[in-house]
């Protein structure tokens, strides 16, 4: 079955840290783009950052610059999202996504994207 898992969400401190992980089955997640969007209340989703495929070049959209950062594990099969100085604008569910082939990963745009995970829930807050 070909699928996306999210999991690491949770509630953190503002200043605080957490580690998002990507778990993908049914295909070699190396081989495509792997995306994180995340979903704020009332808002819609919006691009995080991006790993694209074989180089793994990383890409960083708006607000994860300079306090977020993306990798790979190619032998767990698995994307990562270090996340650091988290704000309590950071709170959103959190989603992973790949793209089978095109752009939109490297843009950040959520609509090309071919499959999603159900989203982690990261909640900043004191």
């Known amino acids: 079955q070909v699928q996306l898992v999210e999991s690491g969400g949770g509630l953190v401190q503002p200043g605080g840290s957490l580690r998002l992980s990507c778990a993908a089955s049914g295909f070699t997640l190396e081989r495509y783009s792997i995306g994180w969007f995340r979903q704020a209340p009332g808002k819609e989703r919006e691009g995080v950052s991006c790993?694209?495929?074989?180089?793994?070049?990383?890409y960083y959209f708006d607000s994860a610059k300079g306090r977020f950062t993306i990798s790979r594990d190619n032998a767990k099969n698995t994307v990562y999202l270090q996340m650091s100085s988290l704000e309590p604008e950071d709170t959103a569910v959190y989603y992973c996504?790949?793209?089978?082939?095109?752009?939109?990963?490297?843009?950040?745009?959520?609509?090309?994207?071919?499959?999603w995970g159900k989203g982690t829930l990261v909640t900043v807050s004191s």
């Open positions: 790993i694209g495929s074989t180089e793994g070049s990383t």
């Open positions: 996504a790949v793209e089978w082939y095109g752009s939109s990963c490297v843009f950040g745009r959520p609509s090309g994207m071919d499959l």
